[in-house]
């Protein structure tokens, strides 16, 4: 047990540089929530579902984080941070990332695999903070999901999702193959639309004034009279 915790410790280490000690990452609040989040699931799966519940809002009190004692977590989980919310039927595997303020939530319970209502994220997965992943959707083995994004579909193995709906964003070969990418994408150009040049601006509002003009003519002969016109 001992040793499960000095690699869970060491897991999170390598995946934030801000901790100088062991002793620092056990006062992390993902830590704590993840700790209480194994209590209260043995209980869940005990059936003794006020404890586990009892437990859950202890930990969301101290937190700041919602687990549902539901959901089934895998080894070495890391949440970055706080104020994230996992639905109870979340399906969570091995070395997971999860930054700051997301939520893995459910959708309309016809929808979808029968009772299965949340995510179900895949070993490696990592979700930049602010990011709604939602629906029994699947985010692949060491997929990628950028901050704020939406997730309403399946996102393929190692594939970087950015954007509203969340859509794949081409990444650098050597940003791909790095072991851990921090915050799902890196802060990279593009992602970001680049600006239009001068000319290119200057282009677009020549046309615009060709195209007012033009409406303005139609708009001009359209108002002529039947009089105007036979005397024209």
């Known amino acids: ?28 609040p993902g830590v704590l929530a993840l700790g209480l989040h194994r209590v209260a699931h043995w209980l869940f799966r005990g059936e003794m579902f006020f404890l586990a519940r ?8 101290l937190t ?12 070495r989980f890391f949440i970055d941070h706080g104020f994230t919310v996992i639905g109870e039927t979340a399906l969570i595997g091995d070395d997971v990332t999860i930054y700051q303020c997301v939520t893995l939530g459910g959708t309309n319970p016809a929808n979808g695999i029968a009772g299965k209502r949340h995510p179900t994220l895949e070993d490696g997965a990592i979700i930049g903070s602010g990011a709604q ?6 985010i692949g083995r060491r997929a990628r999901v950028g901050a704020n994004a939406v997730v309403t579909k399946d996102v393929p193995e190692g594939a970087s999702m950015v954007g509203i709906p969340a859509r794949p964003t081409l990444v650098d070969a050597t940003e791909f193959q790095k072991p851990f990418l ?3 994408t890196s802060c990279a150009e593009r992602c970001v639309p680049k600006p239009q040049s001068l000319e290119a601006l200057q282009a677009e509002v020549e ?23 036979d005397r024209a």
Do not use: C
């Open 1 to 28: 047990m001992f040793g499960g915790l000095i690699e869970y410790l060491d897991s999170v280490k390598a995946r934030d540089p801000a901790p100088r000690t062991r002793w620092e990452i056990l006062l992390y």
């Open 54 to 61: 009892l437990v859950n809002h202890i930990s969301r009190f």
């Open 64 to 75: 700041a984080i919602d687990i549902h004692p539901g959901a089934t977590i895998g080894r």
């Open 133 to 138: 992943v939602l629906g029994p959707i699947v």
């Open 182 to 184: 921090p915050y799902g």
């Open 207 to 229: 046309m615009l004034r060709q195209k007012l003009a033009q409406l303005v003519e139609a708009q001009q002969t359209i108002a002529i009279t039947p009089q105007e016109r």
